[in-house]
């Protein structure tokens, strides 16, 4: 699938669960977590932007989103170490 075709459908699945609420906790959870998600994929997108500058880029994938989504700027700076540190 398409990366626009992926981030469309989930941005339009945020969008139909904050404005419709999810009655049940399990969805909650679930919107609650694709939106930690997006945040990440957001986060890494712009480090990949801002760091084309000085060549550097993390791939963005399902874990380096959710680790960036959940953790937030910590988790981005740990990607970051472990990227520059683990691998060579």
Known sequence: MEPVVVLSLLGTLIFVLLILGAPMK???WIGQGAIRLLIGALFLFFLNTF?????YSLPINAFTAAVSGFLGIPGVLALILADSLLLP
Request: charged share 25%; proline share 12%.
């Open 51 to 55: 760091g084309s500058l000085v060549d």
């Open 26 to 28: 399990p969805l909650r």
